[in-house]
Nanobody, 125 residues
C-alpha cells in the first residue's frame, strides 16, 4: 500500500501562486504514476494533472490548468508537486493526490488506487 499526505494549500488572491506537495510512504514510490485531482463544492471530482512514474516523466494536464500549472516528482524524496500560477477563483477546491502502479500517465480518477485526504485551496477575487 501507499499512504499519501498532501500539503501546501491555503488562501491566495487571484493571480497568485501555490505549490502543492504530496508525500508518499509505503511501497516503492517509483513504481507509481501520480496524479492531482480537485473537487469544488457541489461539483464532481475532476482531473488536474498527472505524471508517469519516472522523475521528469511524461505529464498531462487538464485544459483548465494547462499553461498555468506544472506537475513534477522527486523519486529520491518520495514526493510529487503541483505548482499552480495565475490562480483564479474557479481553482478553488480541495486538491487530492493519487497513486497507481503504472508505466504511463493516468489521467482519469477511476484509474487510481490510492488517494490522500486532500488539501484546501481557496482563491479570492
Amino acid at each position: 500500500q501507499v499512504q499519501l499526505v498532501e500539503s501546501g494549500g491555503g488562501l491566495v488572491q487571484a493571480g497568485g501562486s501555490l505549490r502543492l506537495s504530496c508525500a508518499a510512504s509505503g511501497r516503492t514510490f517509483s513504481s507509481y504514476a501520480m496524479g492531482w485531482f480537485r473537487q469544488a463544492p457541489g461539483k464532481e471530482r475532476e482531473f488536474v494533472a498527472a505524471i508517469s512514474r519516472r522523475t521528469g516523466g511524461s505529464t498531462r494536464y487538464a485544459d483548465s490548468v494547462k499553461g498555468r500549472s506544472a506537475i513534477s516528482r522527486d523519486n529520491a524524496k518520495n514526493t510529487v508537486h503541483l505548482q499552480m500560477n495565475s490562480l483564479k477563483p474557479e481553482d478553488t477546491a480541495v486538491y487530492y493526490c493519487a497513486a497507481v502502479e503504472s508505466l504511463g500517465v493516468v489521467a482519469y480518477g477511476l484509474g487510481y488506487d490510492y488517494w490522500g485526504q486532500g488539501t484546501q485551496v481557496a482563491v479570492s477575487s
